[in-house]
Nanobody, 123 residues
Framework: QVQLVESGGGLVQAGGSLRLSCAAS????????MGWFRQAPGKERESVAA????????TYPDSVLGRFTISRDNAKNTVYLQMNSLKPEDAAVYYC????????????????WGQGTQVTVSS
């Protein structure tokens, strides 16, 4: 079965950095767009980054543009999210997802999800 396993979350001070990883199995990784989403308590799950199958195109919302970078290694079936200059408002559970869309920031277009990893940012 398909599994997406996130790792790399934790507690960081404002202004610090974290690198999240998501290891995929049970699917042809290079055939899927991959995305990172986050969900804070009481809020909807929102996209923070997406990357096409080849890694040639990425997309970010304005809230993280210039601070977050998504990348992927198709040989390792892994997608990464480098998060720099973290702010308290970045605190959330971060999820990776796999989509058959060409590229998407809509959670409704994602077919598979990981269990999430907690990111906490102290001020």
């Amino acid at each position: 079965q398909v599994q997406l396993v996130e790792s790399g979350g934790g507690l960081v001070q404002a202004g610090g950095s974290l690198r999240l990883s998501c290891a995929a199995s049970g699917l042809t990784f290079s055939s899927y767009t991959m995305g990172w989403f986050r969900q804070a308590p009481g809020k909807e799950r929102e996209s923070v980054a997406a990357i096409t199958r080849s890694g040639g195109r990425t997309t970010y919302p304005d809230s993280v543009l210039g601070r977050f970078t998504i990348s992927r290694d198709n040989a390792k079936n892994t997608v990464y999210l480098q998060m720099n200059s973290l702010k308290p408002e970045d605190a959330a559970v971060y999820y990776c997802g796999a989509s058959r869309a060409i590229i998407s920031s809509s959670r409704n277009e994602y077919d598979y999800w990981g269990q999430g990893t907690q990111v906490t940012v102290s001020s």
